[in-house]
């Protein structure tokens, strides 16, 4: 089976002459494990990607550390964005937020190859990946309050308030 290289946006193409690395090539590709299918983020290394926000590099690593914070954890879904075109993503998560009833996420998306915002209302379909276990989250909002509730600070409402898609 072949595969072709993964498409640079025009954005990454523009953060190339920024210092510093630009993001790894990244593939979600199902494999066989056992009974179920298992997903896994082929990477070089960690991902390192320039955050619009902070004007920075940010690392982001595949796996999460602490199971009550939402860094590092990959999350795939159907995604419908604002002005209705629906996509599948696949995300590499950093950070999770509340701004008044809306709940988002921030992470690296495979699709786009940069950092991104979710809304989670806009969210169908989710699997999420902890410790290489395939979950298929029923309640979004449920699910991602948990991780909303112990990371919100006010520089990521303000971060996730101006940039949702």
Partial sequence: MSRRPAKRSGKLRAEAN???PVSTEVV??????????????????PIETYDDYTE???ELRVGQIDPGRIEGLIVDFRYISADGEMSR??????????VRDRIYIRGYCAFREELRTFRIDRMGD???FPHGREVLV?????????FAATETDEEVLRQLASHGE
């Fill in 28 to 45: 979600l590709r199902p494999m066989k494990s056992g009974v179920a299918a298992e997903w896994r983020l082929a990477v070089r290394g």
């Fill in 18 to 20: 920024r210092p510093g």
């Fill in 138 to 146: 029923d309640n979004p909002r449920e699910f991602f309050s948990a």
């Fill in 89 to 98: 993503r696949s995300v590499l998560c950093w950070q999770c937020g509340r």
């Fill in 126 to 128: 989710v699997i999420a």
């Fill in 56 to 58: 920075s590099m940010v």
